[in-house]
């Protein structure tokens, strides 16, 4: 008995994209469809069509609360300049690193300056110190109240 290869049959299909995700508008469109093509002689019962409503009234006070948590988290996102600037006028201790290796120059010295400023880069918060050096803040190993002010 001769087989059949599927990829004859098969190759020229569409596929279409599904998503498990409906929205508002969808719900509302199977509800209104659901009510266009129902039985007239047996029309849908009052409370599978309250239950229905209960469901999209549920399902949109769920995207409000969502849209608002998001809202929410947006606001509380702190420049990593604000988050910082406590720094200013502390002495930070740190390790000196090889700019280009990132390794610690050996042998392992400990160097402490007071911060001048806090700036950002690539989302990161940079100490700028009084030393005339950059680091960043993942690079403390200590940090004290100016012993000059």
Not at 105 to 123: D, F, L, Q, R
């Given at each position: 008995m001769p087989s059949i290869d599927p990829t004859y049959y098969l190759r020229n299909q569409s596929r279409g994209s599904t998503s498990s995700n409906l929205g508002k508008d969808e719900f509302l469109k199977i509800l209104m469809a659901q009510l266009q093509n129902q039985d007239p002689l047996k029309p849908m019962e009052d409370?599978?069509?309250?239950?229905?409503?209960?469901?999209?009234?549920?399902?949109?006070?769920?995207?409000?609360?969502?849209?608002?948590?998001?809202?929410?988290?947006n606001n509380q996102t702190v420049s990593p300049v604000i988050q910082y600037s406590h720094l200013i006028g502390k002495e930070v201790t740190f390790y000196n690193f090889d700019d280009e290796t990132?390794?610690?120059?050996?042998?392992?010295?400990?160097?402490?300056?007071?911060?001048?400023?806090?700036?950002?880069?690539?989302?990161?918060a940079v100490l700028e110190l009084e030393n005339g050096q950059k680091i960043y803040t993942d690079e403390i190993i200590k940090i004290e109240h100016s012993s000059n002010k």
């Open positions: 409370k599978e069509f309250i239950s229905q409503m209960a469901t999209f009234s549920s399902l949109e006070q769920m995207m409000t609360m969502n849209k608002s948590i998001s809202s929410l988290v990132g390794e610690i120059i050996e042998p392992k010295e400990k160097i402490t300056s007071s911060v001048a400023a806090i700036s950002e880069k690539n989302g990161f």
